[in-house]
């Protein structure tokens, strides 16, 4: 494909160079593998979604059809998992079951290559009739991203899938193209999957297209809606943007399919302007798990500094969504801040979404449950956002396949290289073998206990005669790190390093050991004033992980004398420590007019009887004990 | 009508009884009069809602039809509006006017009595095919309440409205009576209006069938929706529900319903059952403007503590359905803090919704405006929370005529009457003039600059032979009350008076005056620790008022150097004061940490800089200066 001038500062490496091998997210992977994928795909089948493939083929619809207007992407999104899983572990069976799926779709494409389940048949509405609300555009977005997937990590699969896409995106620069309509999709999702077809087919018009689609938007092309034109990110054209707003997996999504436009073409312009909106997003719209939307109605993201931790909307597939944003825009920049959003975010919104199971799932991500939940049922379809508990299946579903897709293709995310060197960006026990622009070849093991450790090994497998950069994220908490360096032949040196990156440069031999030590004490954390709804409260991190305090456990604690979150504060004066291996704070009942009216003259004190150390939680292990309160933000209370 | 044993303690007074003659809520009415019911007729007119009207007279529907399902309901509401003012001022144009529209809506009337124009033509859905959004017995209840309040002001009145409520309640009462149709309205309304029509006719079935409504309601008789049976309180029967829940507005309408049947079938279950979910709604999810429902989402109750200020929804309507709950609690218990949440939602809610002119609207009441609104355009219908600003008319339009009907009718809460005299409720310039039941004359004037001022003077207008016994709420914000009894022949006596009730029994001669004095100094207020969303802040109310701080007079008082109320803390060491009539609070510059990440270590301190004093103002007269930030609840920062 030809390329204006690519403005990439990193290029990712696939999951034939980096692998997982183990630990917190290895374990993940595993999880999603042998539970998650059978289950996603047991719903779609038992939904009628994947049936509904079935009855366009045999010329049967609109008549049966079953699922909401987007339950066609939630297949596509299965398929992208399943690809990314044979990818990484390239088991058969998979690659079986995702042969049988593909055949069901492609099934059902139409001669122009039209493929949908929902639009253009007698009965339905006319094809891109109703662009604001059809998800027509996104659903094929969702196919092309799964056939991208495919063709990244089996190019000479011969399954269909890649020719179905291109005839599929071959019909949208036909009807959208520059000669075509003047429309965008009113959930944006198609711009990234386009270039990412661009990139595994090089077909230039491709990329034209989504650069079209990230160009038009914001011009009003959608109508107006209650929730204003904001929604959709109709408001405002990209380059002119200055924060994310509106419903957040659209603002993720498009961010994210306007930065690969934007190192596409080398459009500096642009891709400043999705920089500049990502620093405010973050400073000013995001939780501190790293979760952004705070708003139920349109799930959307609220104004500057709104941020209530209980009615935290903060979907699970926004995380998903943000974490494409920061990904693209940390392979544009380099910049470390970019990664160290991607493993917030992982820890602590996509992780959170499934179960220990891997087959319930957190649709949406509150910081404060107030009241405890009702368990979902195993056999039941749940409402969105309606239960504190996961749940199996939801009437809107995104969040499942979104979740798998991202666990499948994780080793993605662990490293970069550049010109001279290879980035970690992820810490997991993982190999890396990668070969640089002029030959050298760079091979290296990860090995870490991460994040319950705070030390990272990067044992060199591969002697190079020439040097080769390593660069080590050090993420912003990590104040006090230090970097050991342990030649299999030499001395070991060691340094301070500061937040940000740290490098070694030399020419590594087979042996030598570079040491990444994080301080993973656990940590107290305020946030900024602004954000009210979290003012006087205090929370606490280790490492990247939040934790959070669960009614389960103050019970426990306390004998049961307290059995809510609500009744109690955190001592502020005694810092967070471990016991026995769990973070332990001290807390206190807090003070509680007894009155009928709740609002009344200033008390003298805010904390009253003796202090008890209860044990807190990763937040993302949270609500895996039945029905709590839960609480991240703990409020200060003194004695 | 024959009543089991009605248990209600005190009598209301009609608007031949009781006149406000002044002050801040005769001016109030004055606007209504002069300004807001013209401008409601006139949106009711452009917007085609009236015209929906004739249209059904005419044969014509459904073409052509205007508004939303249950516009028909602001046509009632400003009848009933209308109504009250009619029987307040007597206006002679005014009357023309309302058996105008009367005739319009008379002329729709079907012979069977069913009348509105949404459902049962051809081309329309079938009458009563929709109970749960279709809104068509809450309409009819809008029609029974407009048809209760002219009978009550104009009782010879030969314009046909209780006439045609009277056929339209028949059928009713055919339809869902006890051999009927065993369902509900989805939005509650015909319940109190039903009640409403029995006490104007006599009709007992009126009342049966209000009793069946509000006995069947909690049976999942409605279905399940995305936000659950909750929202239409359809998910717990109304004698074993704890606590206000789901959509606020409803929720106020039921319980008011509720009220007027259990105390007119003596049913001491129910209002107990009612009085215990009054006081937890009160005690945990009511705003300090007495404002309820914190989600914008379903306009809903949030949970027990869940009220923040800024994405409070707050609607006026829920405002007005608290105050016909609580006012209906205040006459079945005479317990004075029920007419504390009148007087405290009358100030801060119903107040605020109108402009100054009368002409404009909140729809909802934020307690905190992070971002400057877009001002509305005078001719250009709003959505309902989009702005900060006020606008003439929203796409669902209940504000206006909601506020119209109750401020036209305020002379009906001032005061109440029992066998042994009368209790003031409401402070206003006023006119006082009953009968006792075994004859006892009763007339004063209530001589008052209230809330400007705290003293109330209560001026006998003429002697009784026999004592009566006058009695004065003071407010539960009212500590150190002193009450005075001047006699027009004989020497004063003073006491102080305790939060509750103050009475004086005596026999009374023409010119004794009793006055009350309610300390009206400005004070910090502080919420319950368990809302979470106003932690380590304070607000200030002055009287029955609550005070905000708005961005224009920060910029004022900073010479522009600060001029978002995001920057600045209060001085919890300065208390309030007034200076040259305004309110005054010492605030200081808030530090904020300058980072890209908003979450950190615990910072050292919280304001900085030196105080400046910043008057505030009456939330109620908030944002009549243009776009502007604003809060209630100011953030304590101390040096």
Redesign the interface.
Known sequence: MTRTRPVARLRPLGLDEVAITGGFWGHRQHVNATATLAHIEGWLEREGWLGNFDLAAAGRLPEGRRGREFSDSEVYKLLEAMAWEIGRAGDPGLDDRFRAIVARVAAAQEPDGYLGTVFGRPGQAPRWSALEWGHELYCLGHLFQAAAARATTRPDADDGLLGAARRAADLVCEVFGPDGRAAVCGHAEIEPAMVALARVTGERRYLDQAALFVDRRGHGLLPDI?F?RAYYQDDVPVREATVLRGHAVRAGYLSAGAVDVAVERGDDELLAALARQW?NT???R?Y?TGGQGS???DEAF?????L????AYSETCAGVGSIMFSWRLLLATGRP?HA?LVERTLFNVVATSPSEAGTAFFYTNTL?Q??PGTPARDDEVS?RA?SSLRAPWFAVSCCPPNVARTLAGLAGYVATADDDGVQLHLYAPATVRTTLPDGRRVAFDVETGYPRSGTVAVRVRDGAADPWTLTLRVP?WAEGARLRVLPADGPPTEEDVEPGTATVRRAFADGDVVELHLPVTP?????????????????VERGPEVLCLESVDLAAATGGRLDDV?DV?VD?TVPPREVDGAVVVRLRP????D?????????GR?GTGDGVDVPLVAYHDWAERGPSTMRV?M?VVRG
């Not at 209530?308 to 009615?311: A, E, L, T």
């Not at 940590?523 to 929370?539: E, K, M, N, S």
């Not at 009155?595 to 008390?603: A, L, N």
Request: glycine share 10%.
């Open positions: 209650e204003g620093e973050v400073a000013r995001t501190l708003h139920h109605q609220g104004q500057d500094w709104a209530p931790p209980d009615r801040q160290d404060h107030r009241v409402p309606a912003a940590r107290f954390t305020a946030a900024d004033p602004r954000i009210d709804a979290v003012r006087g409260c205090l929370a609500v504060g502020p807090a003070v509680a007019p009155g009928s009216w709740p609002y009344g003259p200033p008390p805010d933000w409020p």
